[in-house]
């Protein structure tokens, strides 16, 4: 995920000064007052080290004897034990933050949807008992992961009480608090009190190459970044996001501006990010031009430098926060003048199967040269939109572009946006969209509706194929199967539909032609659900009695030790705890 080619820059521009790589067996010289564990990819390890699937499934599986359940709890207590190592590392002085994904907004959702279908299609006859779309908010799976979050937390700080545990205060984050679990913990940092947040050390752990672009438009002045080194299962990588944030204005041209302060380190990151978002990010679909383009990043930079006159022609991309309509639209002139040679540069990568053959560019070829305006003519075509509407699709691209920006710059600005189309308009089509527009149409006219995040159970409708309708109560399954169903009649559920692979690598990079959802269909299909007013075949009227914990929006829990805490029986599902002195308290 993220921006393609991101970690090779960072390593080589500042690897030497702002990237350590520590044995995992090891742990750090110094500690942070604030760890922030985004923990999905921990919690999706465990799963499939237990159940034995994904990239490192072993021929003999070593769990095979064990019950689901056991496997279950098993997976539980690895993803529990993998946290205790990584905090046996990076140590927090103050607070330990736990996230787990919650309901994503409708832009993530899109992405989790295509990735949910792709894999149920493709998925093999042997099945391990496992279905790793458990790991969505509102599945069964998830109300027994927080169970024994709850449980487990208290035990380990009880048992840890003469180490650093005593003194920390761990907050949990459950699936059923909605956001991304890295974007939660974002909303935490810009929270806390500006003293506390300045002068406090903080570092996220996380897989996700977005958490580089994360942490940088963080703007906090103290702020590190671990990761798992990918080739190496026994090192980490610690990377000191202060360091590169400073020094990004050596690397974008704009050394002085920020030394007389004309600029602030603030703008030069919030230009890096926006402009790495143009080479990927998880919510719109890559530009043409920039399919295999060699060392983007750096283009990219170099295109910057040479628009924003080393920042001193007040041609910027970004200004305190908001992106700067004048130079936006210069850096993607520039781009734009270079998307035919980039296109045709796209041919020298001969793909080793037929269906990868880009056919649309291919056949706009005469005597070695790119018909532009044919090409257009059927690239836009397989939007299945006229010429006149080209327009509305850059705005839409723009629109989105925007809210992704403000999604990591500032926070959510709206739960409900989404981009609309499979595929990105053209650079040079964009460019000329864009040269329409003012500042003041920036301003007053991409504004964004608040709205609010979906339901554990909407979001489950929304992303999961009928393969894995079990994860939803029983009540709500014939929503995605029964042919009465509206959603159903929409289309929303298809077993077998089109991926265009044309002019991909790899098989993951094809694009799944899904139908894309409309949410108010899915809430009133879910409202109407719960209130009785359609009714199926197959339907256990006694499952209206829904367990609604798992579809209610939660609380995010903080547990501490306290020695003058009054000995208490914690008793669980998972467990008794005797003598717990480990107090839980819900934040607001």
């Known amino acids: 995920m993220g921006v393609p ?37 921990l919690l999706h390890g465990a799963a499939q080290f237990i159940f034995n699937y994904g990239p490192n499934k072993k021929y003999l599986d070593p769990n095979k004897e064990l019950t689901y359940d056991e496997k279950l709890k098993a997976t539980f207590e690895t993803f ?21 994904d919650g309901p994503a907004p409708r832009a993530k959702q899109n992405q989790q949807r295509e990735r949910r279908f792709v894999s149920a299609m493709n998925r093999s006859s042997d099945d391990t008992g496992f279905d790793s ?26 048992d840890n009480s003469s180490s650093f545990w005593n003194d920390i205060e761990v907050i949990y984050s459950p699936p059923t608090i909605p956001g991304e679990g890295e974007h939660k913990i974002m909303d935490y940092i810009r929270e806390l009190p500006t003293k506390e947040k300045t002068d406090s050390t903080h570092c996220m752990f996380g897989p996700d190459g977005d958490l580089i672009m994360l942490t940088l438009s963080a ?32 690397i974008l041209g704009q050394r002085r501006a920020v030394k007389m302060n004309t600029r602030t380190k603030d703008d030069v990151s919030n230009d890096f990010v926006l402009m790495g978002f143009f080479v990927g990010n998880d919510f719109l679909p890559k530009i043409k031009m920039f ?86 003519k059927r690239y836009y075509s397989k939007f299945g939109i006229s010429e006149d509407e080209v327009d509305t699709v850059c705005k839409e691209y723009f629109r989105n572009l925007v809210w992704v920006f403000l999604y990591y710059t500032k926070g959510l600005v709206s739960w409900d946006e989404s981009y609309k189309y499979h595929y990105a308009p053209l650079m040079s089509d964009f460019y000329n969209y864009l040269s329409k527009l003012t500042q003041y149409d920036l301003d007053h006219d991409v504004k964004f509706d608040r709205s609010s995040p979906a339901l554990p159970f909407e979001q489950l409708l929304s992303i999961l194929p009928a393969a894995s309708r079990n994860l939803l109560p029983k009540y709500y399954r014939p929503l995605m199967y029964h042919e009465n169903s509206e959603l159903v009649k929409l289309g ?8 265009d692979y044309e002019g991909k690598r790899k098989d993951y990079q094809g694009i799944a032609l899904l ?7 899915i809430k009133s ?20 009695r829904l367990k609604w914990y798992r579809n209610e929006y939660g609380e995010v829990a903080s547990f501490k030790y306290n020695k003058n805490h009054k000995k208490i029986k914690f008793s669980s599902y998972y467990g008794i705890i005797n003598n717990c002195q480990v107090k839980k308290y819900i934040l607001k």
């Open 492 to 499: 929303y559920y298809p077993e077998k539909f089109d991926i």
């Open 5 to 41: 080619g991101l970690w090779p820059f960072i390593n080589k521009h500042f690897g030497k000064n702002a990237v350590k790589t520590i044995i995992k067996e090891k742990s750090l010289a110094t500690t942070f007052d604030y760890v922030y564990l985004d923990a999905n990819g």
């Open 525 to 544: 299909a879910y409202i109407d659900r719960k209130n009785g007013k359609r009714l199926y075949d197959e339907e256990d009227i006694s499952d209206k």
């Open 219 to 250: 703007h906090v002045e103290h702020i590190s970044l671990f990761r798992e080194v990918q080739d190496d299962a026994s090192l980490y990588h610690l990377i000191n996001m202060s360091k590169i944030r400073k020094e990004l204005s050596y």
């Open 80 to 100: 529990f034990d993998n946290i205790v190592d990584v905090v046996s590392v990076v140590k927090p002085d103050k607070v330990l933050y736990i996230a787990i």
């Open 133 to 158: 779309n458990s790991i969505s908010p509102g599945t069964e799976f998830m109300h027994k992961l927080s169970q024994f979050m709850y449980y487990k937390i208290r035990k380990h700080i009880n």
């Open 515 to 521: 139908p894309f959802v409309n949410y108010n269909y």
């Open 291 to 376: 399919y295999y383009l060699e060392d983007g990043l750096n283009k990219m930079i170099n295109n910057y430098i040479t628009t924003s006159t080393s920042g001193f022609a007040n041609q910027y991309i970004t200004n305190n926060g908001v992106i700067d309509i004048e130079g936006f639209k210069l850096f993607v002139k520039e781009l734009s003048l270079n998307e035919n040679e980039y296109l045709q540069n796209q041919r020298r990568f001969k793909p080793k199967h037929s269906k990868f053959i880009d056919v649309t560019l291919e056949s706009c070829i005469y005597e070695g040269k790119i018909d532009t305006n044919e090409y257009k």
